[in-house]
């Protein structure tokens, strides 16, 4: 069974401090890897994704990806109040069909 | 770009009647659309993916008798709850994926689902 693991949280943040969130992955084959925001009674919102090994930035976002270890990570620098949410970790299996795997999400939280 | 939208936004229902959602892709074609249902602080459960112009692909445990699924064209799939029971409210979220370009998914805003 394809799996993504998250740390459910919740985590706990000072106003702009930076905010790492983590994920795993238990499929080696795995090829895209995305990161989604869910506010409370919303739906998700994408972040970023990444395909390759390395950092990809994207203005406070930075997405991190380590496929020898079938890690993908999501930092949020000067993190504000307003980034406090549940991030999803979603990662595509190359022979999964088009389904996505999500992760059960770990909660954010920003303290002003 | 990249726009999904759902109808309605929310609903109210009397239980035992049938309840329709419609998601549409708005400034994109999408060959593929899915359906998720999410229940208070709880994680996203996929129920079926959606393909325009052949059968819907339910997940185990997902009864496709009860939750109908039409993907009639490239921007529009429509799910029917059919003979609702309290135990179907819940939030109902649809994705969609473009036909071209990559495989990311983009959500719907949800349609918030309640049967009395």
């Known amino acids: 069974q394809k799996e993504v693991e998250q740390n459910s949280g919740p985590l706990s943040v000072p106003e702009g401090a930076i905010a790492s969130l983590n994920c ?5 084959g795995s090829q895209s890897f995305f990161w989604y925001r869910q506010y409370s009674g919303k739906s998700p919102e ?14 406070r976002f930075t997405a991190q990806l ?40 770990t909660r954010l939280s920003v303290l002003p | ?27 994109f074609q999408a060959t ?10 709880q994680s996203l459960m996929l129920m079926a993916t959606s393909n325009e112009g052949s059968k819907a692909t339910y997940e185990q445990g997902v009864e496709k008798d009860k939750f109908l699924i039409n993907h009639a064209s490239l921007t529009l ?3 029917t709850v059919t003979s609702a029971h309290p135990e179907d409210s819940s939030f109902y979220i649809c994705s969609a994926r473009p036909a ?7 959500f719907g805003p949800g349609t918030r689902l309640t049967v009395l």
């Open chain 2, 32 to 41: 593929t659309m899915f359906w998720y249902r999410q229940f208070p602080k």
């Open chain 2, 1 to 27: 770009g990249a726009v999904v939208s759902q109808h309605p936004s929310w609903v109210i229902c009397k239980s035992g009647t049938s309840v329709k959602i419609e998601c549409r892709s708005l400034d």
């Open chain 1, 24 to 28: 795993t992955y238990s499929d080696r």
């Open chain 2, 77 to 79: 799939s429509t799910l």
């Open chain 1, 46 to 59: 994408l972040i970023m994704f990444i395909y390759s090994n390395g950092d990809k930035e994207d203005g």
């Open chain 2, 100 to 106: 071209r370009g990559s495989d990311t998914q983009y």
């Open chain 1, 66 to 105: 380590n496929k020898a270890s079938q890690y993908v990570s999501l930092l949020i620098r000067d993190s504000q109040p307003s980034d406090s949410a549940t991030y999803l970790c979603a990662v595509n299996p190359l022979d999964y069909g088009q389904n996505f795997v999500f992760g059960p999400g």
